[in-house]
């Protein structure tokens, strides 16, 4: 049986690779937030308080744009509403914790961690204490969150533009479901989420973020139907 | 006022990531909403990815021969053999900066 420290040391082993998008996408949104005019105290409060990458760039971008503070809320949980459907999955694996510790663990929930937690509690059934793993993704995404964009704050953007690392962030999330591929349901769950993405692109408040993964649920649930 | 913002975003995200995890109880939900969630990565990231390679910093469409397009298949074919993160995010990365780098030069 692993330790409950060697399980959560494998969740931060398994969030690692995907530093090649966070670190960068960090700095870039210190970098943003500074040129944009924020104070760097409040630069900084986005990546606490919020922590969510695309989130607090379009949070700052509307306030310096003139948005008002309401368009920018509504924005910000418009894009961060898919951690529900994240929730919903890892309740299954949180399930036996406090109230407490639910709570304290929920702040950590991230895209990444999310994923890397799923897939490997799902290979390993009779893990014991397989919060210890979502810990281990989602601490160790938080810290390097945290440092990249102070890194940014500090520093601003001395990653050349040319490098193209914004494309790093697609191929961070192609990463994770590439193995799924493999199954055509799956696949097929996929292509309807990519191609709603692309029509409901220009949906208000970046809705497409939650409106794409609804509608592939919708089609996973009529396709479920037929299965059977 | 941007203080009040952030503090508000911030407790609405909190709120999205923990009102399931906290405040739900999963015999709440059917047999079919948990089968359904075994496709949440697939119906989620998608979203992300697809915007990510065929949409230019403007929201229009790429050309097809943009480098990302490129880079997006040489990523999924050896992520898809090599059941790899690091080689999927590497190989689709190098083959980019190939292409913009020495072929577009």
């Given at each position: 049986m692993l330790s409950k420290s060697k399980i959560f040391f494998k969740g931060t082993v398994a969030v690692l690779p995907h530093m090649l998008s966070v670190i960068p996408f960090g700095i870039i949104t210190g970098a943003i937030g500074v040129e944009l005019g924020?104070?760097?105290?409040?630069?900084?409060?986005?990546?606490?308080?919020?922590?969510?990458?695309?989130?607090?760039?379009?949070?700052?971008?509307?306030?310096?744009?003139?948005?008002?503070?309401?368009?920018?809320?509504?924005?910000?949980?418009?894009?961060?509403?898919?951690?529900?459907?994240?929730?919903?999955?890892?309740?299954?694996?949180?399930?036996?914790?406090s109230f407490i510790k639910k709570l304290?663990?929920?702040?950590?929930?991230?895209?990444?961690?999310?994923?890397?937690?799923n897939k490997?509690?799902?290979?390993?059934?009779?893990?014991?204490?397989?919060?210890?793993?979502?810990?281990?993704?989602g601490v160790t995404l938080w810290f390097c969150w945290q440092l990249s964009t102070i890194i940014g704050?500090?520093?601003?953007?001395?990653?050349?533009?040319?490098?193209?690392?914004?494309?790093?962030?697609?191929?961070?999330?192609?990463?994770?479901?590439?193995?799924d591929l493999r199954k055509l349901d799956h696949v097929f769950v996929m292509l309807v989420s990519g191609f709603a993405s692309l029509i409901l692109f220009n949906a208000p408040f970046k809705s497409y973020i939650i409106l794409s993964p609804l509608v592939?649920?919708?089609?996973?649930?009529?396709?479920?139907?037929?299965?059977? | 006022?941007?203080?009040?913002?952030?503090?508000?975003?911030?407790?609405?995200?909190?709120?999205?990531?923990m009102a399931m995890v906290a405040l739900i109880d999963r015999e709440m939900l059917g047999t079919k909403v948990k089968e359904v969630l075994n496709?949440?990565?697939?119906?989620?990231?998608?979203a992300i990815i697809f915007p990510?390679?065929?949409?230019?910093?403007?929201?229009?469409?790429?050309?097809?021969?943009?480098?990302?397009?490129?880079?997006?298949?040489?990523a999924l074919v050896v992520g898809f053999y090599s059941r790899s993160v690091i080689a999927t995010i590497v190989s689709g990365l190098l083959s980019y900066w190939f292409i913009i780098f020495f072929l577009l030069r």
């Open positions: 924020f104070d760097p105290i409040l630069v900084y409060a986005t990546s606490l308080i919020i922590f969510g990458g695309a989130s607090q760039i379009i949070f700052m971008q509307l306030l310096s744009g003139g948005a008002s503070s309401l368009v920018a809320i509504t924005s910000v949980g418009v894009i961060n509403s898919r951690h529900l459907l994240y929730g919903a999955v890892l309740s299954e694996y949180l399930e036996k914790l304290f663990i929920s702040y950590f929930i991230v895209d990444q961690g999310f994923a890397e937690s490997y509690i799902k290979q390993n059934k009779n893990l014991s204490n397989p919060h210890y793993y979502v810990l281990g993704t704050i500090i520093l601003g953007s001395f990653i050349p533009e040319e490098l193209g690392l914004k494309f790093a962030i697609p191929l961070t999330f192609l990463a994770i479901i590439v193995n592939a649920l919708i089609a996973a649930f009529i396709m479920l139907r037929f299965k059977k | 006022m941007t203080w009040f913002s952030i503090i508000i975003s911030g407790i609405v995200t909190y709120f999205s990531r496709y949440v990565p697939s119906a989620v990231f998608p990510g390679v065929f949409f230019n910093d403007f929201g229009l469409f790429v050309e097809i021969t943009d480098p990302k397009i490129y880079g997006a298949i040489v």
